[in-house]
T-cell receptor, first 117, second 113 residues
Framework: DGGITQSPKYLFRKEGQNVTLSCEQNLNHDAMYWYRQDPGQGLRLIYYSQIVNDFQKGDIAEGYSVSREKKESFPLTVTSAQKNPTAFYLC????????????????FGEGSRLTVL | QKEVEQNSGPLSVPEGAIASLNCTYSDRGSQSFFWYRQYSGKSPELIMFIYSNGDKEDGRFTAQLNKASQYVSLLIRDSQPSDSATYLCAVIHSGGSNYKLTFGKGTLLTVNP
């Protein structure tokens, strides 16, 4: 079945540690995104990538880093510089970017819940 | 910063009633508008999109867009308990050469049996 796989589903981190969240898609989508969701909040864009080896900062990129070495993969690293990393992280993809021929439909993974101890 | 505003709710309606969810946006140049549904603890899923002024119907769901008022709404007819979820409004707007999808904070809908 085609879809987006995020791992791990739950992750606990000690302060000062970097952690990497995995996101893999087999939908052959060009664009991939990372969002953060806090309780009672909408989704805030961290980073997005429209093609391999290229990515752009979203609204809250500070303390995060990404790479896009393969079309299928868009891992997110939460660094120790992120002061309040406890949140629900959602990876998404879309067939194209958000301009041109697109319905703007994002397909989401099941999310990764990060807790800092 | 482009804004997308929604009433946070919670909105509570009885089963069989019409639920009305509202959203306003700040970027007058926005062209594409979306409603996502998110069940508690789950990821969002797209239920409607609308590009043109007026109404768009899909089953029990109707999206309404008024670009002059910068307003988009979602009506759910014959509401069912399974419709209980958070509904997120999202808008595509351009930021120079890039386009971004900005989400509102969502409205929590509860349908009471």
């Amino acid at each position: 079945d085609g879809g987006i796989t995020q791992s791990p589903k739950y992750l606990f981190r000690k302060e000062g540690q970097n952690v990497t969240l995995s996101c893999e898609q087999n939908l052959n989508h060009d664009a991939m995104y990372w969002y953060r969701q806090d309780p009672g909040q909408g989704l805030r864009l961290i980073y997005y990538s429209q093609i391999v080896n290229d990515f752009q900062k979203g609204d809250i990129a500070e303390g995060y880093s990404v790479s896009r070495e393969k079309k299928e993969s868009f891992p997110l690293t939460v660094t120790s510089a992120q002061k309040n990393p406890t949140a629900f992280y959602l990876c998404a993809s879309s067939l194209y970017g958000l301009a041109g021929e697109t319905t703007g439909e994002l397909f989401f993974g099941e999310g990764s819940r990060l807790t800092v101890l | 910063q482009k804004e997308v505003e929604q009433n946070s709710g919670p909105l509570s309606v009885p089963e069989g009633a019409i639920a009305s969810l509202n959203c306003t946006y700040s970027d007058r140049g926005s062209q594409s508008f979306f409603w996502y549904r998110q069940y508690s603890g789950k990821s969002p899923e797209l239920i409607m999109f609308i590009y043109s002024n007026g109404d768009k119907e899909d089953g029990r769901f109707t999206a309404q867009l008024n670009k002059a008022s910068q307003y988009v709404s979602l009506l759910i007819r014959d509401s069912q308990p399974s419709d209980s979820a958070t509904y997120l409004c999202a808008v595509i707007h351009s930021g120079g050469s890039n386009y971004k999808l900005t989400f509102g904070k969502g409205t929590l809908l509860t349908v009471n049996p």
